[in-house]
C-alpha cells in the first residue's frame, strides 16, 4: 500500500470557520491530488500539484486553497468553510501525469455545521 | 470533454453469482486510460487495474476479470463466483495522458448477500 496518511480523519467545524487538511506521503511522488466525494458526483478533482511550491486548479477549487512546501505535504484549506463543502475529501499521489496510477490516501470526513 | 457512465447505481447478488459491472466513457483523444477502483465500507479508495487505449487484452486476476472494448468505449468489470467481501462501491475512471485529474463515474454499490 502507497504511504498516504490524511489528518484529521474525521472533523466538525462550523461555518464561517478556517480549516485545514493535510496529507502526507512517503513515496516520494511528485503529483498530489485533492479530490472531494459527494452523493451522485463521484470524486472530483479541487486542487492539484505537480511540485514543491507548483499548484494549479481542479475543477471544483472555489472556496479551496492549497500549499505544498515539501514534496511529502500537499494541504487543503478551506478559508471560510461553508455546509456545501460538507464532503469526504481524498487525497491522491502519483509519480507523473502520463496516465499513471493515483493512490488515494484513506480519506478525510468533514462536517460543517 | 471526457465522461464515464455508470449506468447501475446499485446491484445486489446472492453470493456465487457472477455479476458485471458496466462502464462506457467518453474521450475523442486516442491515447487514454482506464481504471477501476473499490471503495468499501470502510471508506478507502483501493486501486484495482489500470489499461491504456493501446491494449484490448482482457485482463484476469483470479475472481476479478475486464473486459476493454474500443468500438463500444466499454470497460467492463466482472466478479466471478462472488463473495460477501466483494460488497462496496466500485468505481470506473479515465484520465487522459498529460492531463491531471482522473474523471470519476458516479460509482456502482455492489451488494453480496450471503
Known amino acids: 500500500d502507497a504511504g498516504i496518511t490524511q489528518s484529521p480523519r474525521h472533523k466538525v467545524t462550523e461555518t464561517g470557520t478556517p480549516v485545514t487538511l493535510r496529507c502526507h506521503q512517503t513515496?516520494?511522488?511528485?503529483?498530489m491530488y485533492w479530490y472531494r466525494q459527494d452523493p451522485g458526483h463521484g470524486l472530483r478533482l479541487i486542487h492539484y500539484?505537480?511540485?514543491?511550491?507548483?499548484?494549479d486548479k481542479g475543477e471544483v477549487s472555489d472556496g479551496y486553497s492549497v500549499s505544498r512546501s515539501k514534496t511529502e505535504d500537499f494541504l487543503l484549506t478551506l478559508e471560510s468553510a461553508t455546509s456545501s463543502q460538507t464532503s469526504v475529501y481524498f487525497c491522491?499521489?502519483?509519480?507523473?501525469?502520463?496516465?499513471?496510477?493515483?493512490?488515494f490516501g484513506p480519506g478525510t470526513r468533514l462536517l460543517v455545521l | 470533454a471526457q465522461k464515464v457512465t455508470q449506468a447501475q447505481t446499485e446491484i445486489s447478488v446472492v453470493e456465487k453469482e457472477d455479476v458485471t459491472l458496466d462502464c462506457v466513457y467518453e474521450?475523442?483523444?486516442?491515447?487514454?486510460?482506464l481504471f477501476w477502483y473499490k471503495q468499501p465500507p470502510s471508506g478507502e479508495l483501493v486501486f484495482l487495474i489500470r489499461?491504456?487505449?493501446?491494449?484490448?487484452q482482457n485482463e484476469i486476476s483470479g475472481r476479478y476479470s475486464w473486459n476493454f472494448q474500443k468500438s463500444t468505449s466499454s470497460f467492463n468489470f466482472t466478479i466471478t463466483a462472488s463473495q460477501v467481501v466483494d460488497s462496496a462501491v466500485y468505481f470506473c475512471?479515465?484520465?487522459?495522458?498529460?492531463?491531471?485529474?482522473?474523471?470519476f463515474g458516479q460509482g456502482t454499490r455492489l451488494t453480496i448477500n450471503p
Open positions: 491522491a499521489i502519483s509519480e507523473s501525469f502520463l496516465g499513471e496510477t493515483q493512490y
Open positions: 513515496e516520494n511522488h511528485r503529483y
Open positions: 500539484s505537480y511540485g514543491v511550491k507548483d499548484t
Open positions: 474521450t475523442r483523444d486516442t491515447t487514454y486510460y
Open positions: 489499461r491504456n487505449s493501446f491494449d484490448e
Open positions: 475512471a479515465l484520465s487522459l495522458r498529460g492531463a491531471q485529474k482522473l474523471v
